[in-house]
């Protein structure tokens, strides 16, 4: 089955500070979708992004479907950005990375 | 209701009883996916229901799991026997059109 490979493992940052979290694919798949989790454990839908490149606020991402990789951007990170980041494809089943765990220092 | 709800959000119960976890997806979504996340660690796929279709059930760690869902809406994760590695987070998910929306999770304890 595909794999999915997210980089780095942890990040740790300065509030202010930008930051970029990768999603590698190892085949063709048909949508990838950017989550958070937030410290109390909830599942947040940040991009739905088969391709392409969208924004909302201090956060945008851009997936190269033909390269098989997808990007998110923080920027000005904030302390409430803190927790951890899934990207997901789809195949035949939804397949989660493993994350990004993002820690956010005043 | 506006999103996914699950229910209970906390359960312990004691090993080798069952337990009943509950999945209220969103009206109108007609996928539903099961997630266990044991603390710290990603998301592990464990079931997929899709329409009228018979559900993949590729994820289930063993034959103490099981799941149904009726009407194609609410959605039962059964685990019999229960033993200490099933304590995690039990997450579910509805889609509409490739997005996956998650309930909050039910915490399973087994003591």
């Known amino acids: 089955g595909i794999q999915v490979e997210q980089s780095p493992p942890d990040l740790i940052l300065q509030e202010g500070a930008n930051s970029t979290l990768r999603c590698n694919f190892s085949?063709?798949?048909?949508?990838l979708q950017w989550f958070h989790q937030n410290p109390w454990g909830q599942l947040i839908n940040l991009f739905y992004?088969?391709?392409g490149t969208k924004q909302n606020g201090r956060l945008s991402a851009t997936t190269v479907a033909t390269e098989r990789y997808s990007l998110l951007y923080i920027s000005s990170s904030q302390t409430t950005d803190s927790g951890v980041y899934f990207c997901?494809?789809?195949?035949?089943?939804?397949?989660f990375g493993k994350g990004t765990r993002l820690h956010i220092l005043p | 209701g506006a999103g996914v709800s699950q229910s209970p959000s906390n359960k312990v119960t004691e090993k080798g009883k069952d337990v009943e976890l509950r999945c209220d997806p969103i009206s109108g979504h007609t996928a539903l996916y099961w997630y266990r996340q044991s603390l710290g660690q990603g998301l592990e796929f464990l079931i997929y229901f899709q329409g009228n279709s018979a559900p993949d059930k590729s994820g289930l760690p063993s034959d103490r799991f099981s799941a149904e869902r009726t009407g194609g809406s609410v959605s039962t994760l059964t685990i019999q026997r229960t033993q200490q590695e099933d304590s995690a987070v039990y997450l579910c998910?509805?889609?509409?059109?490739?997005?996956?929306?998650f309930g909050p999770g039910t915490r399973l304890t087994v003591t």
């Open positions: 992004i088969p391709s």
């Open positions: 998910a509805s889609t509409h059109s490739y997005e996956q929306y």
């Open positions: 085949d063709s798949v048909n949508n």
């Open positions: 997901a494809v789809r195949d035949d089943k939804i397949i």
